[in-house]
Each structure stands twice: as C-alpha cells, then as structure tokens.
C-alpha cells in the first residue's frame, strides 16, 4: 500500500493544475518529424475527450473525352430545376426514337415540338405508356398526348414546382405567350429533392455540380473544353506529383481561360509543394502520394510520405489562405477519417465501376490502381506482357501513363497494383453508415462537430497518443480463437 495521503475527491479536478501538461500529444507534437518520423493513421490515437447525401464525385480520365463528357451531361441533366435544353423531338420522329432516347439517358417523357428543337411550337409530349406495345415505326404524330398542362415563361421555380405537383403530371413545359418551348420541369426532379435533400446542388441552375478529371498534357486542354461545354463546375487535375512544369502551367492556363471553374491540384505531400500551387491559382488541394492501397510508389520509387503527417503538413499551411484540402488515400475506415478531420472510401460499393464477381466465397468487385501495368496497358493491342514497347506511332493516349509522366517510355515501371475489394454495398446505406460512424467518434472524443474538433486540435484541448506496434495489435481484435 502506498504511503502517500489519500488527497480529497472533490478537489480531483484542481489538482490537475499541478500537472505541467495536459495527458497526451498536442498535434504539433505529434506530428514532429524530427522526434517521431512520419506517421500513418494507424500510428496514433486521439485521446476519449475533455469535456443524395451531399459530397461530390469526381469522373475519372481514362476514357475518351466524347465519353467523359456524356457523363458530365448526365451529371447535369441528373437533378435540375427548369431544364433549359431538354431532349426535344419532332411529330415526324417515330416510337423508335424515344426508345433509343430512353436507352441512352435512361427516360422518355420527350416533349414534341413543330422543329424538334427548343423554340418550336409545343404540340404534344410523347412518354412511355404512350409507346408501350406500339410498333417501332409508328410515328409520334400518332402517339403524343396533345391535352397538355403548362406554365408561362417568367414561372417561379417554386410556382412552377407547386403547379406539377398538384397536376400530377410528369413533365411541365414551360411556354412563351406563343406556346413556344423555352424550357422543362420534370417530376422526378421532386422526388430527387425529397428523397436526397443534402445533395450538392448549384443554387441557381439546382443542377447537381460536376467534377471530372483531366491530365496536364496539351491534349488535355481540348479535352476539358468538351467538359466546359457539357457543364463541368470543378476539374481535378490528376497527376502522382502535383509540384511539376506541366501541372502549373495547366492551372494558370485554366484559370484564365476559364475563370468560373474551380481547380483542386495535386497531389502534394509538402507545404512547399502546396505554395507553389496555391500561388499559381489552385481552389483545392488533394495530398497523398503512395498512400493508397494498391498503390507502391513509396516502396518502387522511395517517393512519398505517410499520410497522417502529409495531411497535417498541407493542411496547416493551406489553411492560412483558405484553400481546402482532400486526404487521398490511406483511409480505410471511420476511425481515419476522424483522425484526418482532425487534422485538417468507396471502392467496392455498387456504383463504383467494375463488375462484381466472387473469390473465395466472397462477394468482390475489381479494383485497379492508375500506376498499375494493367492501368497502363489500357487500349494497346497486347496486354499480355509486364514490361512493354512504346507504339512506334507515338505515345498512347492513356490517363495512367500521362498520370506518371511515362507516355513515351519504353519500360514501363509499376507503381501501383491490381486486386480485388469486399462488396460494400450500395453507397446509399455505406455513406450514412460512415456518417453515424463520425458522429460515435467525435462524441467519444467530446466535441460536437467537425469545426470543433479542428478548433480543439488547434487550442492543444483536444490530445493525441503514439501507438507502438505492439499498441496497434492490442487496439484490434486478437485473442480469438475464431
């Protein structure tokens, strides 16, 4: 038994004022490169405190740019508020158009104009009951509905919203005092806004906002006008070494000729990487470089940094000139997204690309890292071989190659792998799920929200601890036979 005097109980909290620090890490000790070296989420803890579902994707390159930009379309056309360009067909078109209309963007609630196009006098609306059982070769004249509800031109979007509902059509078009088409209003676009009310919109137009991204090479730039003209909101230049020629004189080039456009630049893992961008334009950061899962580039190329430190290092200079910044890779469940909240996932889920397939007993879906040979390979005739011949016809035009500055080289070098990851599901039930995920965190942690924790992390309120290896195999599961 210890000799000491037992102290009073209810002047625990005063005592703590003996302490010269508080418990645990201020995040400037933690992540002190001169003490620790760099740090991967796995290698801290933060402390149990003291006290459509919003986001955005972003469509990836390695695809034509006619095809990327269908995409971009689809994107806008996917949630609206007045359609102003609307699929439009003629009385003369036949039933087989608005089937291959139907195939390609995945509705058939067509408007029919005299012209077939936005202007012409409004005749009727042609949908899919009207063309049900119908043969192919009918013409439109013969199946449009003529008995039409529509709004006038100079219609509120909320007038007009209240008009289609109580209408209980599918489509409301919106007429100048000629009965001219000038625009579109579709039911499914209600049930959109109440069935996914935090989906990032443009509050102007309610169109869901578009990201795509694009490489640094000087085809690229006629691939983003495509994606301008589609009406892109955000572009994400892609490239493993954000911090080259190519990647500063693409943004300072976007930035003038398209000024309306938000660029997020990357990657970077370094504040000095992050200040020559910041200083040529850039509306956003992402940082990672050889963090991700099926990526190698710190083990091929003794490149990189882990993650934990590169998202601090970034971050906390960023910051001061409002530029956000995105954690690319390294995260691989609830727990490292709070961490790199703190400071400063979707593979295998149903809309993710690739087809599902099982492997050993398990329900998997493909997933491809860009520096991989497989990505690489993508669109040469032969794929059958790891180390490959340049085209003598020139470079191929393939995003994982311009990604890694390596068109033209005739050895191709992986940095990256290829695999497979367990079915998530679909990113409907995944992404509340790591919402709820979030919120038992951050209560465990004592804050109440994201700002509060970063305003914590800043105050040294909210602590961190250093976990050894041995720390790492205790904080998981172990000691089960099965």
Same mark, same amino acid.
């Given at each position: 038994?210890?000799?000491?005097?037992?102290?009073?109980?209810?002047?625990?909290?005063?005592?703590?004022?003996?302490?010269?620090?508080?418990? $645990?890490?201020?995040?400037?000790?933690?992540?002190?490169?001169?003490?620790?070296?760099?740090?991967?989420?796995?290698?801290?803890?933060?402390?149990?405190?003291?006290?459509?579902?919003?986001?955005?994707?972003?469509?990836?390159?390695?695809?034509?740019?006619?095809?990327?930009?269908?995409? +971009?379309?689809?994107? =806008?056309?996917?949630?609206?508020?007045? *359609?102003?360009?609307?699929?439009?067909?003629?009385?003369?078109?036949?039933? #087989?158009?608005?089937?291959?209309?139907?195939?390609?963007?995945?509705?058939?609630?067509?408007?029919?104009?005299?012209?077939?196009?936005?202007?012409?006098?409004?005749?009727?609306?042609?949908?899919?009951?009207?063309?049900?059982?119908?043969?192919?070769?009918?013409?439109? %004249?013969?199946?449009?509905?003529?008995?039409?509800?529509?709004?006038?031109?100079?219609?509120?979007?909320?007038?007009?919203?209240?008009?289609?509902?109580?209408?209980?059509?599918?489509?409301?078009?919106? !007429?100048?005092? %000629?009965?001219?088409?000038?625009?579109?209003?579709?039911? %499914?676009?209600?049930?959109?806004?109440?069935?996914?009310?935090?989906?990032?919109?443009?509050?102007?137009?309610?169109?869901? /906002?578009?990201?795509?991204?694009?490489?640094?090479?000087?085809?690229?730039?006629?691939?983003?006008?495509?994606?301008?003209?589609?009406?892109?909101? *955000?572009?994400?230049?892609?490239?493993?070494?954000?911090?080259?020629?190519?990647?500063?004189?693409?943004?300072?080039?976007? =930035? =003038?000729? /398209?000024?309306?456009?938000?660029?997020?630049?990357?990657? !970077?893992?370094?504040?000095?990487?992050?200040?020559?961008?910041?200083?040529?334009?850039?509306?956003?950061?992402?940082?990672?470089?050889?963090?991700?899962?099926?990526?190698?580039?710190?083990?091929?190329?003794?490149?990189?940094?882990?993650?934990?430190?590169?998202? /601090?290092?970034?971050?906390?200079?960023?910051?001061?000139?409002?530029?956000?910044?995105? #954690?690319?890779?390294? &995260?691989?469940?609830? $727990?490292?997204?709070? =961490?790199?909240?703190?400071?400063?996932?979707?593979?295998?889920?149903?809309?993710?690309?690739?087809? /599902?397939?099982?492997?050993?007993?398990?329900?998997?879906?493909?997933?491809?890292?860009?520096?991989?040979?497989?990505?690489?390979?993508?669109?040469?005739?032969?794929?059958?071989?790891?180390?490959?011949? #340049?085209?003598?016809?020139?470079?191929?035009?393939?995003?994982?190659?311009?990604?890694?500055?390596?068109?033209?080289?005739? +050895?191709? +070098?992986?940095?990256?792998?290829?695999?497979?990851?367990?079915?998530?599901?679909?990113?409907?039930?995944?992404?509340?799920?790591?919402?709820?995920?979030?919120?038992?965190?951050?209560?465990? &942690?004592?804050?109440?929200?994201? #700002?509060?924790?970063?305003?914590?992390?800043?105050?040294?309120?909210?602590?961190?601890?250093?976990?050894?290896?041995?720390?790492?195999?205790?904080?998981?599961?172990?000691?089960?036979?099965?």
């Amino acid at each position: 038994m210890s000799s000491l005097p037992i102290l009073d109980p209810s002047t625990a909290l005063e005592h703590l004022v003996f302490y010269k620090r508080g418990d $645990g890490l201020a995040v400037s000790e933690l992540i002190d490169s001169t003490v620790n070296g760099g740090l991967t989420y796995n290698d801290f803890l933060i402390l149990p405190g003291n006290a459509l579902l919003g986001g955005i994707g972003v469509i990836h390159h390695n695809q034509s740019a006619k095809e990327q930009a269908e995409m +971009v379309r689809a994107v =806008k056309r996917h949630e609206n508020g007045f *359609i102003t360009d609307p699929v439009v067909l003629s009385p003369k078109h036949i039933a #087989a158009d608005v089937l291959d209309v139907k195939a390609r963007l995945g509705f058939c609630g067509i408007p029919i104009t005299d012209t077939g196009a936005v202007g012409g006098k409004l005749l009727g609306i042609v949908t899919g009951r009207d063309i049900q059982f119908q043969s192919p070769n009918t013409p439109l %004249s013969e199946l449009m509905t003529t008995t039409l509800v529509t709004a006038p031109e100079g219609v509120t979007l909320v007038e007009a919203n209240t008009i289609l509902r109580d209408s209980k059509k599918g489509k409301l078009p919106i !007429v100048d005092s %000629s009965g001219r088409l000038v625009s579109l209003l579709a039911r %499914s676009d209600l049930l959109k806004n109440q069935n996914f009310p935090l989906a990032s919109k443009r509050p102007e137009t309610k169109q869901l /906002y578009a990201a795509a991204a694009i490489g640094t090479r000087p085809a690229d730039r006629d691939r983003l006008d495509l994606l301008v003209k589609a009406g892109l909101d *955000i572009v994400v230049l892609d490239s493993s070494q954000g911090n080259s020629i190519f990647q500063i004189d693409m943004l300072r080039w976007i =930035k =003038k000729t /398209y000024p309306q456009l938000e660029v997020i630049a990357g990657n !970077v893992v370094t504040r000095e990487q992050a200040a020559t961008l910041i200083h040529a334009g850039a509306d956003g950061l992402r940082v990672g470089m050889g963090s991700g899962s099926i990526c190698i580039t710190q083990e091929v190329m003794a490149v990189g940094r882990p993650q934990a430190t590169a998202v /601090y290092a970034v971050s906390e200079f960023a910051r001061k000139f409002g530029v956000p910044v995105i #954690a690319d890779g390294g &995260i691989s469940n609830v $727990g490292h997204v709070v =961490k790199a909240l703190a400071l400063g996932l979707l593979a295998g889920t149903t809309e993710a690309p690739g087809e /599902y397939f099982y492997h050993e007993g398990k329900r998997v879906k493909a997933y491809r890292g860009m520096g991989s040979i497989e990505a690489m390979e993508q669109g040469k005739p032969s794929v059958s071989k790891t180390v490959t011949t #340049a085209s003598k016809t020139g470079p191929i035009d393939n995003a994982a190659t311009s990604r890694y500055f390596s068109e033209s080289s005739a +050895v191709k +070098v992986a940095q990256g792998v290829s695999g497979d990851v367990q079915d998530k599901g679909s990113i409907h039930a995944f992404l509340p799920y790591l919402h709820a995920g979030l919120q038992h965190s951050l209560q465990d &942690i004592g804050v109440k929200n994201v #700002a509060a924790l970063q305003a914590g992390v800043e105050s040294k309120n909210v602590r961190f601890e250093l976990r050894t290896a041995s720390a790492q195999v205790e904080g998981g599961v172990h000691g089960l036979n099965s």
